[in-house]
């Protein structure tokens, strides 16, 4: 009997090109890849694409974080022999939650990277999650936060609050601040290094916190909207749509702001931190200021963190198992989840 798993790949971007990459060298055995798609075109093969196939398609192809239509990719689908299917969706798209429920209503099992099917509208969400999924990547690599909430049965209703650093690049530019460096300075350090997105403003919007603290909250129970998160970005709305060589020089202007908010922090004994939080059932993403020995204020840099509240405010505490970012920690945490929803030890 072949007990290998089928997996159809949903993007070709950085995540997806490093997920193709780890297989072909340490998978081969047990993972076939029989299907891969991008914004403009997909492969496929019910025996498995060869590894030369697949290496020449990612190469090829700059055009990774979207995928081809719904329609075609669909059609194409149903054409695979759904026995031990798992389906990766590590695009950047929004279109995606179509497909991936497609391929679970025909037998497919689902492990995310892409965020936004889980903050689409809650149905969506519990239509996608409803049996087990695998997302750990989704609130941030290399922290254990959902199998958190699995292993100990959380809900909503015996941690009804969490607060959690959820961004390793933000971590970064805060810590910066901390040892003096300017606000515009830290961004462009950040920047410079390749910490941020392309565009630090994906990064300072809070947007994506907001994502990650959504999805926790949902995984929790709670019946929440994307649009109830409240998210107060690291800069001011006028900055929004300017050009990026533009927005390096006005984000100045911010600068003694910050300033003040870290010297009145230092002056108190307390730590500046950006947070996504939940409590009294609304998410919110904000600056705050927290104890220097809480576990919030305890952290360093770009590490990760989530701190759950009991009732009692008894506090449970993940942190990331190891530091990282990127594609190959977002990779590590595909292949547990993989592992995890197949309940097959690659």
Known sequence: M????????????????????????????????VLISNSKTHILSHEGLKSETLENFISKTNLGTNIISND????????????????IDVS???????????????????????????????????NLTSPEIGASATVGTRIPI????????????????????????????????????LFSEAIFEAHKNGFTEPDPRDDLSGTDIGRKALIVARFLGAKLEMDDVEIKPLFPNKLKGIALNNFFEEIEEENEKYVNLFTQAKSKGMKVRYTGSFKN???????CLTESNS????????????????KNQKEIVVKATEP????????????????????QNI
């Open 281 to 287: 059932n609304k998410c919110l993403v904000s600056l």
């Open 92 to 126: 950047a798209s929004e279109q995606t939650a179509n497909i991936l429920l497609f391929i679970k209503q025909k037998g497919g099992k689902i492990v995310l990277a892409n965020k936004k099917p889980l903050v689409q509208k809650l149905s969506n969400f519990k």
């Open 146 to 181: 959902l199998q958190t909430i699995r292993s100990n049965n959380l809900t909503i209703e015996t941690v009804p609050e969490f607060s959690g650093c959820f961004s390793g690049s933000i971590g970064f530019i805060i810590e910066k601040m901390e040892q003096g460096m």
């Open 72 to 87: 075609i990719i669909k059609e194409t689908i149903s054409k695979l022999n759904f026995t031990n299917v798992v389906a």
């Open 295 to 310: 576990y919030l204020g305890t952290i360093k840099g770009s590490e990760k963190i989530i701190v759950f509240k009991d």
């Open 324 to 343: 990282g970012a990127g594609a190959k920690s977002t990779v590590k945490d595909i292949i547990n989840d993989i592992k995890f929803i197949t309940n």
């Open 2 to 33: 072949n007990n290998k798993i089928d997996l159809i790949i949903l993007g070709t971007g950085n995540v997806g090109k490093e997920l193709v990459n780890t297989i072909i060298k340490s998978y081969s055995n047990s993972v076939n890849i």
